[in-house]
């Protein structure tokens, strides 16, 4: 119980979404980066004390909040291992990405990518489905290599092991912390794989074609009488997308590319919303975020190691 509300209050630290990045991060304020930095020194030392799904928040701060010490490509890099060892879709995701597009050493890893992706993807991420849909026609990887990519991704999944340590920078000592997940994971690639041979498609990649996003999402939550009415209405919409994708291909057929890069921008457009969200909240409400970080790390530590809003304050008069 106490995990579960220290994860739902870590989430509310990056209540932002998608992150802006680039030229977007420069119209932050000092003070503001200061208070970033400070709240990602938090998060990284609720790592260090064991808080396994902190390496998944402390890799999204440092890939893209306003840092005065952001970290090295190698260490988030890391960061996001460790949060995929731990069952982390949206870090499978990320991680999958970069080394389709790796270069120099990370270069030829390309069926680990797709293992990274076809996990996220029966772990239920939506992006990583979509993705892989995709990327057979966007970057020309053939089926077959696909379905090989499903296979070995399910069989590291059954056994509770969401990413390769034997080429990736894993924890070793992770998988025996308290609130390691690999019982859940293995849990939820059963559910895939049954409702897999349940619908008589031979292969994994058509299956998630046949399954559709919304379907993903459902397969492994309960089936109650208002979810059964949400699957059956997402089905009509799906059947509405198919017609309406079929005739914008014989129309276009370059158009199915040209979506995938579309829903690349709207995640930047989605971060500059956020930013803007974030810029015209009155500046009081920075001392409401700092005593709610204040609160964040005392309730994971003992009496003795908690601090107070004045060393806070001290903290980001020492930042530059």
């Given at each position: 119980m106490r995990y579960n509300f220290l994860m739902l209050v870590l989430s509310m630290l990056v209540y932002s979404g998608m992150l802006p990045a680039g030229q977007v991060l420069k119209q932050y304020t000092a003070k503001e980066r200061q208070l970033e930095q400070v709240k990602f020194s938090?998060?990284?030392?609720?790592?260090e004390e064991g808080v396994n799904s902190a390496y998944g928040v402390l890799a999204k701060m440092g890939e893209s909040r306003p840092l005065i010490n952001p970290p090295s490509q190698d260490q988030l890099i890391h960061w996001y291992t460790l949060s995929a060892q731990s069952g982390n879709s949206s870090a499978l995701l990320w991680l999958g990405h970069y080394f389709l597009h790796g270069e120099g050493n990370n270069a030829g890893r390309e069926h680990d990518a797709l293992v990274l992706l076809a996990s996220a993807s029966i772990l239920g991420n939506v992006d990583a489905a979509n993705d892989l849909i995709l990327i057979p026609k966007v970057l020309g990887v053939s089926y077959a290599r696909l379905e090989e990519a499903f296979h070995d991704a399910l069989q590291r999944l059954s056994n509770g092991q969401p990413i390769d340590c034997s080429w990736a920078r894993c924890s070793p000592g992770l998988s025996q912390?308290?609130?390691?997940?690999?019982?859940?994971?293995?849990?939820?690639?059963?559910?895939?794989?049954?409702?897999?041979?349940?619908?008589?498609?031979?292969?994994?990649?058509?299956?998630?074609?046949?399954?559709?996003?919304?379907?993903?999402?459902?397969?492994?939550?309960?089936?109650?009488?208002?979810?059964?009415?949400?699957?059956?209405?997402?089905?009509?919409?799906?059947?509405?997308?198919?017609?309406?994708?079929?005739?914008?291909?014989?129309?276009?057929?370059?158009?199915?590319?040209?979506?995938?890069l579309d829903r690349l921008k709207n995640r930047k457009s989605s971060a500059q919303d956020a930013l803007?969200?974030?810029?015209?909240?009155?500046?009081?409400?920075?001392?409401?975020?700092?005593?709610?970080?204040?609160?964040?790390?005392?309730?994971?530590?003992?009496p003795d190691a908690q601090i107070s809003y004045e060393e806070i304050l001290q903290l980001m008069k020492k930042a530059p």
């Amino acid at each position: 119980m106490r995990y579960n509300f220290l994860m739902l209050v870590l989430s509310m630290l990056v209540y932002s979404g998608m992150l802006p990045a680039g030229q977007v991060l420069k119209q932050y304020t000092a003070k503001e980066r200061q208070l970033e930095q400070v709240k990602f020194s938090v998060i990284e030392e609720l790592a260090e004390e064991g808080v396994n799904s902190a390496y998944g928040v402390l890799a999204k701060m440092g890939e893209s909040r306003p840092l005065i010490n952001p970290p090295s490509q190698d260490q988030l890099i890391h960061w996001y291992t460790l949060s995929a060892q731990s069952g982390n879709s949206s870090a499978l995701l990320w991680l999958g990405h970069y080394f389709l597009h790796g270069e120099g050493n990370n270069a030829g890893r390309e069926h680990d990518a797709l293992v990274l992706l076809a996990s996220a993807s029966i772990l239920g991420n939506v992006d990583a489905a979509n993705d892989l849909i995709l990327i057979p026609k966007v970057l020309g990887v053939s089926y077959a290599r696909l379905e090989e990519a499903f296979h070995d991704a399910l069989q590291r999944l059954s056994n509770g092991q969401p990413i390769d340590c034997s080429w990736a920078r894993c924890s070793p000592g992770l998988s025996q912390q308290p609130g390691f997940v690999s019982d859940k994971v293995s849990a939820k690639a059963k559910i895939f794989h049954e409702n897999w041979r349940q619908s008589g498609v031979v292969k994994a990649y058509q299956y998630l074609k046949l399954l559709g996003v919304e379907e993903l999402l459902a397969q492994s939550n309960s089936t109650s009488p208002k979810e059964k009415i949400r699957i059956k209405n997402a089905g009509k919409l799906k059947k509405n997308a198919r017609l309406a994708r079929e005739k914008r291909l014989a129309e276009n057929p370059d158009w199915e590319m040209g979506a995938y890069l579309d829903r690349l921008k709207n995640r930047k457009s989605s971060a500059q919303d956020a930013l803007r969200h974030y810029e015209g909240q009155d500046f009081a409400q920075l001392e409401k975020d700092i005593r709610h970080t204040i609160n964040l790390i005392n309730f994971h530590r003992d009496p003795d190691a908690q601090i107070s809003y004045e060393e806070i304050l001290q903290l980001m008069k020492k930042a530059p």
